[in-house]
């Protein structure tokens, strides 16, 4: 009896250890050491007509600095390799022709596309980035001035990988607040809804003391086509992120009423409602905005002792919040841009009026009455209550 | 007669009739044809599976511990009874073709350089595997992988919470109503409709007075999870569940927490592994069983290769360009799978009452 | 060819595997149920494996739906 089962038993390890064979792989296996990371993709215009030039931003295993190697210069982590083709797959698989290991997608983190493209139409090279299943639905969308390629080959410090500090770029944005981002699955929500106009974060190249850098400070808005039509600055973006409840944090500085001097208040939180109404059967928007911030600096030496102070600030913050959503407002239906979705707040709130607005829409909402109301509130001073020029009426 | 040679509880048939109905629903979202109002497409599938359901318990609560072939029989008389009863088993047939082809597109679509081959005739090896080790053992299985699943899914809402968009769901009822009733009847139709199978397994329940009962039960569980698991990938996709091949695949990619939780999206193809193969092969047991007991054979194993085999020259032939099984799904099956979903069980209940078959008293317990 | 030798050597195993237990326990009902079913399989796989093309299932039911699918305003 404990014979055959000992026997039985042998025979079913041996059984568990053959199984291991059959577990390295199948006919898709490629190797770690037969791929080429890809992590940034840059789409630009070429002067061939209907070919684009893709730029691919591939990780050089040979050269990624460790602690130990770092500081001594040389190569750089990253390699970038252009090619051209009539799509975006056909230039990648082209790549081919000039790396040693076939591209690997499912790292890439950002796809930047040349103004140039842009301005012609981003609609017939986004198809791929959403039907390839190694491109992931989080991949950051972005627009560069001037040409995509300059901007992945911009060596970058603190990450010596650009597309990884582009993507950090991005996601350290909510402290500042004052650009929008986009991954692929909000732009295909965008674009899909038909009345929401696409945006997307524009990236330069700077030049900071010398050194060449890369900044975030635009925000690019598209029509339904994906044309680039405009661009909204650092206010006016802010202004677009409260109405679509983006805003995390970021300084609102603010001018007393005198006009002397000023406070610096850091937001802490931010809410928004958008309400779709008729009124008198004119479609009308109400935006509520409520935030609260902190009193993180201020040049004014009034005594903050009294609450009226902190109303005050309050008052003015409001006035700020209202300005920089008045800005985004004027800017996007000057430019016939619905960037805010009120579109799609009527489409879903009132669905059967939106059926007569929907084909007019873009001309109703470059004359959309939109009544911004704004409730904040500044909580907290800091480790001191007033400035230190304050003089106390003691 | 059973041949099946094994019977399961109450319980365990909870258990099986929820993984079947979980089974392929997972990755093609149900109703999401409806867009917005995939949710609203679910509920009234779910309502119309109840009337299925309330269908075939009143023809099992008739004919207690009788199984679909042998209450054709008693209803239609020998001869156009069996007749009826080999139109079923060859449409139990055509549907596990069809599920071994689904299952193996899925993983085509990533898998691009295997051949179509491979993904048919591994699942179908275990399958045979396990349709031959009988109904108790694929039981005792759906209720582990139907755990697992639970747990995992509990998982998976956590980590989608913050992606989570309720406004997608609006607008209410903006799409025309045929669209909106197409999209029930493919709900209604998979998988509630698929439900017509457990017909064939009545006679292998411990307790047949508990049979519809628990079949209740288990449908009224699937089509509450199935309705949050639509909100859910609805509000974390909103319209991007339209253009998605797989839209729960979609929604699972977009998860990425820090960094660190990425790329969950395979929790969902091992998950509809482990589901798609209950699903499959009880399809596929139930064919081989009831073509056992028509041919009145001692055992049902040996039929299991042959069968197989013919299985998968037909899920060879259904079709070769992926479109038609989007097409089969949403337009074509929602249609005829109404005959065996409910025209031919209703005529048969029908014709029962009129010619009084079975036990009359079992019909106010169950029905 | 060598696809074809592959499928004949795939039901010989299905054969091979089946076959004596039931002649064994002279289940003749069985073993003609089971020759019933495994020989249009089998003469399938063969027209299948020699490259013949065959009319699919899907498209034609597809082709007998459409007038439905039409007047109901599907497609």
């Known amino acids: 009896m404990f014979k055959v089962t000992s026997g039985y038993k042998i025979a079913a390890l041996f059984l568990l250890i053959l199984q291991l064979l059959f577990t390295t792989g199948c006919w898709d296996r490629v190797d770690l050491n037969n791929r080429a990371i890809v992590v940034g993709l840059g789409i630009d215009s070429s002067p061939y007509k209907d070919k684009i030039l893709v730029s691919t931003q591939i990780i050089d295993p040979t050269n990624v600095k460790t602690p130990q190697t770092a500081g001594g210069g040389g190569a750089e982590s990253f390699w970038i390799v252009t090619s051209e083709g009539r799509s975006v797959f056909e230039a990648i698989r082209t790549t081919t022709h000039v790396s040693s290991r076939k591209l690997f997608l499912p790292h890439n983190q950002v796809i930047i596309f040349g103004e140039d493209l842009a301005q012609e139409g981003l609609k017939g090279h986004l198809d791929m980035l959403m039907r390839d299943y190694e491109f992931r639905e989080t991949n950051w969308i972005l627009v560069s001035e001037g040409k995509a390629q300059d901007i992945l080959a911009t060596k970058t410090r603190i990450s010596s990988i650009p597309a990884f500090f582009i993507r950090d770029l991005i996601t350290e944005r909510i402290y500042h607040s004052q650009v929008a981002a986009i991954n692929i699955k909000d732009l295909v929500l965008r674009i899909t809804s038909k009345s929401t106009a696409p945006i997307a974060s524009l990236i330069h190249v700077e030049d900071n003391s010398g050194e060449k850098v890369l900044k975030l400070s635009y925000t690019a808005v598209f029509d339904h086509d994906l044309k680039m039509v405009g661009r909204l600055n650092d206010r006016e973006s802010r202004g677009l992120l409260w109405v679509l409840g983006e805003v995390k944090s970021g300084i609102i500085v603010v001018t007393n009423p005198t006009g002397t001097c000023n406070y610096s208040l850091e937001i802490l939180a931010a809410k928004r409602k958008i309400v779709p109404e008729f009124k008198d059967g004119t479609p009308t928007i109400t935006v509520r905005i409520e935030a609260s911030s902190n009193l993180g600096e201020t040049s004014c030496s009034e005594d903050l002792d009294r609450p009226e102070m902190w109303k005050l600030m309050a008052s003015l913050q409001n006035e700020a919040i209202r300005g920089e959503v008045e800005a985004a407002l004027a800017k996007a239906q000057e430019l016939k841009a619905d960037v805010f979705g009120f579109g799609e707040a009527f489409h879903q709130k009132h669905p059967k009026m939106w059926r007569e607005m929907e084909s007019s829409w873009q001309e109703i909402f470059s004359s959309l009455e939109v009544d911004i109301v704004v409730e904040s509130l500044v909580r907290r001073p800091g480790l001191i209550l007033s400035n230190v020029y304050t003089e106390k009426g003691d | 007669m059973k041949l099946g040679n094994q019977t399961i509880s109450s319980n365990q048939l909870f258990y099986l009739m929820c993984t079947f109905l979980l089974g392929s629903s997972v990755v093609f979202l149900p109703g999401v044809r409806a867009g917005s109002n995939a949710w609203l497409a679910v509920l009234l599938g779910a309502l119309e599976g109840f009337v299925f359901l309330a269908i075939y318990n009143g023809l099992v609560g008739q004919h207690p511990g009788k199984n679909l072939i042998e209450i054709n029989d008693l209803v239609f008389g020998p001869f156009l009874g069996k007749a009826l009863s080999w139109v079923y088993l060859i449409y139990f047939l055509y549907v596990s073709a069809q599920l071994l082809r689904t299952f193996a597109a899925f993983f085509a679509i990533i898998m691009t350089s295997t051949p179509l081959m491979v993904f048919l005739i591994t699942p179908l090896f275990v399958s045979s595997f396990a349709v031959r080790s009988g109904l108790e053992v694929l039981a005792k299985y759906s209720q582990i992988v139907f755990t697992t699943v639970i747990t995992l899914f509990c998982f998976d809402f956590v980590l989608l919470a913050k992606e989570l968009d309720l406004s997608n769901l609006l607008p209410f009822m903006d799409i025309p109503i045929s669209k909106l009733l197409l999209a029930t009847q493919s709900v209604a139709a998979l998988p509630f409709g698929e439900v017509v199978v457990f017909l064939v397994l009545t006679n292998l329940i411990h307790n047949p007075s508990d049979t519809g009962r628990f079949m209740k039960k288990a449908l009224l569980f699937s089509s509450i999870f199935l309705l949050l698991y639509t909100v859910r990938t609805t509000a974390v996709l909103g319209t991007y569940s339209t253009i998605s091949t797989y839209p729960a695949f979609s929604a699972l990619r977009v998860i990425n927490i820090g960094e660190v939780f990425t790329r969950l999206e395979i929790v969902l193809a091992i998950v509809f592994l482990a589901l798609g193969f209950v699903k499959g092969s009880l399809f596929y047991y139930c064919t081989v069983l009831g073509v056992a007991q028509l041919l009145k054979m001692r055992s049902y194993t040996p039929l299991v290769l042959p069968i197989g085999a013919l299985l998968l020259n037909i899920s060879i032939l259904l079709f070769d360009e992926y479109i038609f099984d989007i097409i089969d799904a949403s337009m074509l099956f929602p249609f005829y799978s109404l005959v065996f979903a409910l025209f031919l069980p209703l005529l048969t209940l029908i014709v029962a009452k009129i010619r009084k078959t079975g036990n009359q008293q079992g019909d106010s317990a169950n029905a | ?75």
């Open chain 3, 1 to 75: 060819m060598l696809n074809v030798l592959l499928v004949v050597m795939a039901y010989t195993l299905i054969c091979l595997y089946e076959v004596p237990g039931l002649i064994r326990e002279k289940s003749w009902r069985d073993f003609a149920s089971f020759t019933a079913f495994l020989l249009p399989a089998l003469i399938l796989s063969i027209i299948l494996a020699a490259g013949v093309k065959l009319p699919l299932i899907t498209p034609a039911i597809y082709k007998a739906f459409t007038p439905l699918l039409t007047w109901l305003g599907i497609i």
